[in-house]
């Protein structure tokens, strides 16, 4: 078990009636002019954003709103809430819906005190010193930003997607009301079991082999997501298992099932290109790649496979064949995505095949123009990219 570090400061307030408390929060966390920030109308339509205009006036707090954030979410919309926070003099950032509201708020939050531009972060030419505090309404179990310290935007010159990590901006509180969810579209819910099953295996997929009780954490989560899914997507307000789908996705997220381990990240990095490039969704993405990374790397350790497999997707164990155990293993995970709905190639994901040029260039800025490499379990340079962009668009 390797050292480490588990820092996790977000206070969680969860279950039905949460957010009658978002205003209190706002007020503890020394918030007393907020930005509201939204995206597309999910939050209008459910009436949530109604019920935090009025619990924050009758606080006494004020507020200007920046909506509209798509997912993805834009560098022009970030550079758009600095501007306007700066311009209206806001101490704090509430994000009412999923990863990419949150996301957006983490960004202008890095972006209001720094004097040069916020995309200097994601370029890796600046580190955040400073940071306005944030807080977030969950609407998607999904991403789990939340509770994680990362943050992805998209700049659409070049449509380049870099994420940036920093404990700086670490959600205050997170108000997560497994009710909010009922009215998710089963495409994004089963998007959000996707990327909650992939936020725990990039850290499963890990060179360390001795992590007894994170390997247990892991295992448990992802079987509980893998049987909550089918339930939410037959009866989307089953509070039940909806709130069992919450509590993993910031829970996969927040860095528990990473103690002692060092994450893989490869399919990750992989999909940011293609949802780069495509703009289709982070979930979708993830599972037309996995697959093919998975049959790519699994002889570097079939046996961590194997254990996959049996433990997570209940396949019968060959004792005297990890390969075929592990091979069997990744058929039942793909298997899975399917019956969610999810693409398992890339030409389901996007209705055609890449072109050659196209995975040339997902591979060339996956890997800074063959700078550097992917993965931990194997590590993949430019060509391995290349190579796995192709197997998941349909060769071999
Ligand atoms: O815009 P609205 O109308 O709200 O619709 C959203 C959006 O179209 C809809 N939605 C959300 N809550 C809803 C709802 N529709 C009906 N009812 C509700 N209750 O769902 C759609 C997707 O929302 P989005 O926020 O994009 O989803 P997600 O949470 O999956 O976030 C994806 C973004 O997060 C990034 C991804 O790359 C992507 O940009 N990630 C962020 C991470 C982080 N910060 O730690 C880690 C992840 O690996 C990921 O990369
Ligand atoms: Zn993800």
């Known amino acids: 078990m390797k050292d480490f570090t588990y820092y996790t400061p977000t206070e969680v307030v969860f279950g039905r009636r949460s957010e009658e408390r978002i ?10 002019k907020v930005l509201l920030h939204y995206g597309g109308g999910s939050a209008e339509r459910s009436g949530l954003l109604a019920s935090i205009r009025s619990q924050l006036a009758a606080e006494g707090i004020g507020c200007v709103e920046l909506g509209g954030v798509v997912p993805n979410p834009r560098l022009s919309k970030v550079r758009e ?29 890095y972006g209001i005190p720094y004097d040069g531009d916020v995309w200097d972060f994601f370029a890796g030419q600046a580190q955040a010193e400073v940071c306005i505090p944030l807080g977030a309404v969950v609407t998607i179990p999904a991403a789990g930003s939340e509770m994680s310290n990362g943050c992805v935007i998209t700049n659409e010159e070049g449509w380049q997607k870099r994420g940036y990590s920093s404990q700086l901006a670490r959600c205050r509180f997170a108000v997560m009301n497994p009710e909010r969810t009922f009215t998710l579209p089963p495409y994004q819910t089963a998007c959000g079991v996707t ?21 247990a954490i892991a295992e448990a989560l992802m079987r509980t997501v893998i049987d909550a899914a089918p339930e939410v997507l037959a009866r989307p307000d089953d509070y039940r298992h909806r709130a069992q789908i919450m509590w993993a996705g910031s829970l996969a997220h927040n860095d528990l099932t990473g103690c002692g381990n060092v994450g893989d990240w490869a399919t990750h990095h992989l999909e940011h290109e293609l949802s780069a490039l495509f703009d289709v969704a982070h979930g979708a993405g993830l599972a ?15 046996a961590r496979f194997a254990r996959f497999a049996v433990n997570v997707l ?83």
């Open 81 to 109: 809430g600095v501007a306007l926070c700066r311009a209206e003099g806001v101490d704090f950032l509430l994000a009412v819906g999923g990863g990419s509201v949150i996301d957006s708020a983490k960004a202008i939050a």
């Open 288 to 302: 037309a790649v996995w697959g093919s990374w998975a049959r790519y790397v699994y002889r570097t350790n079939p």
């Open 195 to 215: 990327d909650i099953l992939m936020h725990t295996m990039e850290r499963y997929f890990s060179p360390e082999v001795d992590m007894t009780l994170t390997d």
């Open 314 to 396: 209940h396949v019968e164990n060959d004792f005297t064949d990890p390969e075929r155990t592990a091979l069997a293993g990744i058929a039942a995970m793909e298997r899975f995505y399917r019956s969610i709905g999810m693409p398992t190639s890339i030409p389901e994901l996007i209705g055609r095949p890449a072109t050659e040029a196209e995975i040339v260039e997902m591979a060339r800025k996956c890997s800074l123009d063959g700078s550097s490499t992917e993965g931990s379990f194997r590590e993949l340079d430019r060509a391995d990219m290349e190579a796995v962009y192709r197997l998941a668009n349909g060769g071999n």
């Open 23 to 32: 205003a209190r929060l706002v007020r503890r966390y020394g918030g007393t």
